[in-house]
């Protein structure tokens, strides 16, 4: 118990001492989708990012910086909730956490939540949670919640050129040639501008969530423009027999540039220079919106004292590791721009390695505000904004699905997988991880030294889908806190009906077809009005039903199969 007292006792200090220091400052917090590290880290990238470039040169970059879990959802778990994804459980993509029966997320505030329980006012738009939220949580949350248009789209113009026709909606390559305002980001942009022009009696709390880089990769057409004549060749990261010393296990976190293929199976040069081309432009478009937002700050009375972080939800493969996308356990999938700015911030950079989980205890420390009720496991980031060439050692710690980790302290990186196979990279010699050299005796002392810092205990899965599904896995993981609920087992009886069609039953409106039976049922169980089978004919619809496998995966078309 004194050692906890006294943890909370310099918690306590420290965000009070700050806050006497500064007042208590407005924060504007700005998160790309998506977005990989090449605009801060690479002075070769071909990105043009001109805003984000003006940004960092006025505030404090850590240069070593991981979003926690390498993908959209569970990252945002895990920096909104201040908690890693083994204490809270969301691992995949469509984890959906903060609803699931057994989370944590449930019980906790959020990071908005918490700030307007403390007296901030708070405002919201664009990709914040990337999960369903109750209208009570968005309540409890945002003062002002800004309902932005179309979401990750517009998807595509049938009627205008593509660049590439992707193979779903999410793969279109595409200049728009509509108004910005079909954008939600231009959209949201455009409040975040009224809100900072208005009077505000007290300190602010703003998210301003980018939909862009993230696919589809449509953007207006001036943006696709700013690249046009410049070669798109693949990255320095790739190598096309890079995964030669990777165990299966890791190989498998790989798509093998899926979307590069061509009709022959071949990597295309020229798909992925489109893809290459569409990215740019969505970080360019990305760019100017953040950059409007910013130099609507600095216009305004409150440029000088709010505290900005800008940053993205995870990193982003563009080639490199046979990978087109983020959900491995290498580097470029977790790297995240993590760029701060505001009173009392020393511009310049640090390598000290941190995670997103610490914008939680950041936030709270910079504005002075009480701690949270749940313990947070990041840590403040405060002591670096004055001194950024403190202490820089330590190690940084990601997850991507149950027992699989990566750890590195920049000088390393220790990936171990759940089935106990291992990579060992020598950043410092090796910074593009191209020789896992984890079979090397010599080098066993840095395996075992960075695998301290890998969770001990790991919370139950809440669920979810693989980036990329792996041989035998289902479509989607259950939620295990429902699985460990479970006590006995029900016994279960499965009716089909053949040729059945939605309005061939009373209970669904039929006024000429009489099922007692089914209406009875109906009235005595659960009734879904909105469910279609995976295939509009017999045989292959069944497959899908009786393997828990879409038509793409099981290969059964037809009536007979």
């Known amino acids: 118990m004194r050692t906890v007292t006294l943890l909370l006792l310099v918690f306590t200090f420290c965000a009070t001492a700050y806050a006497a220091e500064q007042g208590a400052p407005n924060i504007l917090f700005i998160i790309y989708d998506d977005l990989n590290t090449d605009p801060t880290h690479d002075p070769d990238s071909y990105l043009q990012t001109p805003h984000l470039d003006r940004f960092a040169a006025e505030g404090l970059s850590f240069t070593n910086a991981v979003a926690n879990v390498p993908v959209c959802n569970p990252s945002r778990a895990s920096f909104l909730s201040g908690l890693m994804p083994t204490r809270n459980g969301a691992y995949l993509n469509g984890s959906d956490a903060w609803n699931k029966e057994g989370s944590v997320l449930r019980e906790i505030d959020s990071l908005p939540e918490h700030f307007k329980a403390q007296g ?24 002002v919640q800004v309902r932005g248009n179309n979401g990750f789209g517009p998807f595509e113009d049938p009627d205008q050129p593509f660049i590439l026709k992707g193979r779903n909606r999410f793969g279109n390559v595409q200049a728009w040639v509509g108004p910005d305002e079909d954008f939600p980001d231009t959209t949201n942009a455009n409040a975040a501008i009224e809100f900072l022009q208005q009077d505000h009696d007290k300190p602010f709390f703003m998210v301003y969530g980018l939909w862009r880089p993230h696919s589809p990769y449509t953007s207006p057409k001036r943006f696709f423009d700013q690249y046009e004549g410049q070669a798109f060749p693949p990255p320095a990261a790739y190598r096309e027999d890079d995964l030669e010393d990777v165990p ?70 563009l080639g490199d590791k046979n990978r087109w996308g983020k959900g491995t356990l290498w580097g470029r999938a977790a790297a995240v721009p993590f760029l701060v700015r505001g009173p009392g911030v020393k511009p310049g950079t640090t390598s000290k390695p941190v995670g997103l989980v610490d914008v939680y205890p950041t936030l709270v420390d910079v504005a002075g505000i009480e701690a949270p009720g749940h313990v947070l496991d990041g840590k403040s980031l405060v002591p670096w904004f004055g001194d950024p060439q403190k202490d820089t050692g330590g190690a940084n710690v990601f997850a991507y699905g149950k027992n699989n980790t990566s750890v590195s302290d920049g000088d390393w990186r220790y990936i171990r997988y759940h089935d106990g196979s291992e990579e060992l990279y020598d950043l410092s ?48 993981f259950p ?83």
């Open 120 to 143: 901030y006012i708070t405002w919201g738009a664009g990709k914040i949670f990337h999960s369903p939220m109750s209208e009570e949580r968005k309540a409890r949350a945002f003062d």
């Open 248 to 317: 299966p296990t890791g190989r498998a976190f790989a798509d093998g540039l899926r979307n590069m293929l061509d009709e022959d199976g071949m990597v295309s040069m020229e798909r992925w220079a489109a893809y290459l081309h569409g990215y740019g432009a969505g970080t360019s478009f990305a760019d100017w919106n953040m950059g409007r937002v910013i130099e609507a700050l600095d216009r305004s009375e409150y440029a000088e004292n709010t505290i900005v972080i800008v940053t993205s939800d995870n990193g982003y493969h």
């Open 429 to 476: 010699d090796d910074p593009l991880e191209f020789s896992n050299v984890a079979a090397a005796g010599e080098h066993s002392g840095q395996s075992r030294r960075l695998a301290e810092h890998i969770p001990t205990s790991w919370a139950p899965s809440v669920g979810g889908r693989r980036e990329v599904k792996q041989p035998g896995e289902p479509d989607f």
């Open 479 to 561: 939620n295990e806190n429902l699985v460990a609920q479970r006590t006995d087992k029900p016994n279960i009886i499965v009716v089909f009906t053949d040729d059945q069609g939605y309005g061939d039953a009373g209970v669904y409106g039929s006024p000429d077809i009489r099922t007692p039976n089914l209406d009875r049922m109906a009235d005595e169980g659960m009734r879904f009005t909105d469910f279609y089978v995976s295939d509009a004919v017999c045989s292959a619809s069944r497959a899908g039903l009786l393997s828990g496998r879409r038509a793409a995966v099981t290969g059964a078309k037809g009536v007979y199969w």
